[in-house]
C-alpha cells in the first residue's frame, strides 16, 4: 500500500518519463520480493480444476496436449468431503510447501498413534512441525540439510541424513539414498515403529527424482503400506508428447490399478516455464494429493483400526467413499 502511495505521489509531481521508469521499477521490486515476502493474496492457488471427465475412459495413448495439462489441473476435490492444508510458507504470489490431507473419518491419519515418512525438506520444516504439533510420529528425510540424524529438540520429529531413491546408492558429494522399502525395513529393525504399521501420510518432494522413485514404490508393493500420498512431480521442460503420456500413465496406474484416488491439485506458483513446443508458458509444478480408495485390515489392533469399535483379530474391508490422493506436478 505504502508503494501504491508513493507511485501516486510521483505520477502527480513527475513527467510521463518519470512516471514511466516508477512503474517499471515498481514492477521489478514486486516481482523481486515475490520469492520471499509473506503476502494474504494467494491467488494463482486458484489455478485448479475440478474437472467432470471420466479419465479413464480416455487412452493415454491419444491424450492431447491440452487434455494432459487438464489431468494435472485436475483436483477432484469432491473424493474428499474434508481437506486440511498443513504447513506452507506465504509468499506474494502463492504459498509453497503445503500439504493437503484427506480428513475424512474413514481415512485420516489418528492423532497420537499416526506415522508420517517426509523427503524432502529443503530447510522449510513447516509441514513436519505442524503435523507433529497434530499427533504424528514423524520421520524427515533430506541428504542436502548441514544436520546429522537426530531427533529434534521437542517434538516428534526424526530426521535422517537419507535421501529418497530407486535404487541404494552413496555418492561423491557424501548424498546417500535408499529405496522406500529399504528405509522402511530399517527403520523396523531399529525399532523406530512397529512391523505392521501403515504410512499413514507420505510426503515426496524430490526435485525430478520422483518419477524412478514411484516406479519403484508400485513395483516393490510399498503403496500398499501408504493410505495417504503426496508428491511433487516435475515434468521435464524437454520432451515430446510421448514423454508426458507417459508420466500421465503412471499416474493413472497408481489410480486404476492401485486403487488411489486424487483429492487436491494445485500448481507451485513458482514453477512457471516454457515448454512452448506443447504447452506453451505454463506452470511446471502441481501440489497432487491422494489416498487409498481401499483398506483391507486383518488382525487389526487399537494401532491400525480405523474403527476403534471393531474387536481385535476380525479381518474387514473398508470401503472409502469420498476418498483422495494428492500428488504434485512439476514441470
Not at 467432470?52 to 489431468?71: E, F, G, H, L, P
Not at 497408481?254 to 484416488?261: A, D, I, N, R
Not at 511446471?284 to 483398506?295: G, L
Request: charged share 20%; aromatic share 10%.
Amino acid at each position: 500500500m505504502q508503494m501504491i502511495r508513493s507511485i501516486a505521489r510521483i505520477s502527480s509531481s513527475c513527467p510521463k518519463q518519470k512516471l514511466i521508469v516508477a512503474l517499471v521499477t515498481a514492477f521489478a521490486i514486486v516481482v523481486l520480493l515475490s520469492r520471499r515476502v509473506p503476502t494474504a493474496f494467494p491467488f494463482y492457488q486458484c489455478l485448479s480444476m475440478n474437472s467432470r471427465t471420466d479419465w479413464s475412459a480416455i487412452d493415454v495413448n491419444t491424450m492431447t496436449a491440452k487434455q494432459i495439462m487438464d489431468y494435472f489441473r485436475w483436483n477432484n476435490a469432491s473424493s474428499c468431503r474434508l481437506a486440511q492444508y498443513f504447513g506452507g510458507v506465504t509468499f506474494l504470489f502463492g504459498i509453497d510447501g503445503q500439504k493437503a490431507v484427506c480428513m475424512d473419518p474413514e481415512i485420516m491419519p489418528l492423532a497420537g498413534k499416526c506415522i508420517v515418512y517426509s523427503f524432502g525438506i529443503n530447510n522449510d520444516w513447516s509441514f513436519e512441525e505442524m503435523i507433529d504439533r497434530y499427533g504424528c510420529d514423524v520421520y524427515a528425510f533430506d541428504p542436502s540439510l548441514n544436520m546429522t540424524t537426530r531427533q529434534r529438540n521437542d517434538s516428534n520429529i526424526r530426521y535422517f541424513h537419507l535421501g529418497l531413491g530407486d535404487h541404494e546408492e552413496q555418492f561423491d558429494d557424501g548424498w546417500h539414498v535408499q529405496t522406500l522399502s529399504t528405509i522402511y525395513d530399517k527403520l523396523l529393525t531399529d525399532k523406530q515403529h512397529a512391523s505392521d504399521r501403515f504410512i499413514d501420510y507420505l510426503k515426496i518432494d524430490i526435485e525430478e527424482d520422483e518419477w524412478t522413485v514411484l516406479i519403484d514404490i508400485l513395483d516393490s508393493g510399498m503403496l500398499e503400506k501408504v493410505r495417504q500420498m503426496a508428491v511433487e512431480v516435475h515434468l521435464p521442460l524437454e520432451g515430446n508428447i510421448t514423454d508426458y503420456q507417459r508420466l500421465v500413465g503412471l499416474l493413472r496406474s497408481m489410480e486404476e490399478q492401485h486403487g488411489m484416488v486424487r483429492f487436491d491439485s494445485k500448481i507451485n506458483a513458482y514453477s512457471e516455464g516454457s515448454i512452448r513446443h506443447l504447452f506453451g508458458m505454463d506452470f511446471a509444478a502441481h501440489e497432487i494429493a491422494c489416498a487409498i480408495s481401499t483398506i483391507k485390515i486383518s488382525d487389526m489392533n487399537d494401532n491400525q483400526s480405523c474403527n476403534k469399535g471393531t474387536p481385535p483379530n476380525v479381518g474387514i474391508q473398508i470401503l472409502l467413499r469420498d476418498v483422495c490422493i494428492f500428488v504434485v506436478v512439476d514441470f
